[in-house]
T-cell receptor, first 114, second 109 residues
Framework: NAGVTQTPKFQVLKTGQSMTLQCAQD?????MSWYRQDPGMGLRLIHY???????DQGEVPNGYNVSRSTTEDFPLRLLSAAPSQTSVYFC?????????????FGSGTRLTVV | KNEVEQSPQNLTAQEGEFITINCSYS?????LHWLQQHPGGGIVSLFM???GKKKHGRLIATINIQEKHSSLHITASHPRDSAVYIC???????????FGPGTSLSVIP
């Protein structure tokens, strides 16, 4: 099925560990992005990309790295996990052109850092 | 002051009622999105608007670019409409999105 595949769904990390959240889409969308959602807060943009080889920072980029080597994949790397990074993470994609319904979201990753 | 605001913050309605959720923004935009987040956490895109009005089933979204205001209407509300509704403003197609804080809707049978 076409859409955004996000893995893993759940993850527990120890403080200081690193990990990569995977995001892949098969809709040939140019725009891909990562968000975190904390209790009582809205979605906050971490990093985004408008195409392969192009990435930029969002609202809360510290502690996270991204790369976009292909149109399909946009992994999010946590360099040294901290308890403050405990959150639910969403990946989303959309076409740059106008029209359609806009964003397609992944199912989310619930990350706990202990 | 947030660049994208929503009202009300919380809304409880009886099944069958007509519901309106409002979104106002202070920046120039190229498009505005309405998203629905279910209690289980999944997020679905409902509409992307740059002008006028769009309709999908019982959902209607309107936007007034001059007044910097958008509304999401739900006709004949149903308990399965219970969710958080989020509006998001896009300055340009290549730009960052700015999210509103969300409106939590509960529809009671």
């Amino acid at each position: 099925n076409a859409g955004v595949t996000q893995t893993p769904k759940f993850q527990v990390l120890k403080t200081g560990q690193s990990m990569t959240l995977q995001c892949a889409q098969d809709m040939n969308h140019e725009y891909m992005s990562w968000y975190r959602q904390d209790p009582g807060m809205g979605l906050r943009l971490i990093h985004y990309s408008v195409g392969a080889g192009i990435t930029d920072q969002g609202e809360v980029p510290n502690g996270y790295n991204v790369s976009r080597s292909t149109t399909e994949d946009f992994p999010l790397r946590l360099l040294s996990a901290a308890p403050s990074q405990t959150s639910v993470y969403f990946c989303a994609s959309r076409p740059i052109r106008q029209g359609g319904y806009g964003y397609t979201f992944g199912s989310g990753t619930r990350l706990t850092v202990v | 002051k947030n660049e994208v605001e929503q009202s009300p913050q919380n809304l409880t309605a009886q099944e069958g009622e007509f519901i309106t959720i409002n979104c106002s923004y202070s920046v120039g935009i190229s498009a505005l999105h309405w998203l629905q987040q279910h209690p289980g956490g999944g997020i679905v895109s409902l509409f992307m608007l740059s002008s006028g009005k769009k309709k999908h089933g019982r959902l209607i979204a309107t936007i007034n670019i001059q007044e910097k205001h958008s509304s999401l209407h739900i006709t004949a509300s149903h308990p399965r409409d219970s969710a958080v509704y989020i509006c998001a403003a896009l300055k340009t197609s290549y730009d960052k999105v700015i999210f509103g804080p969300g409106t939590s809707l509960s529809v009671i049978p």
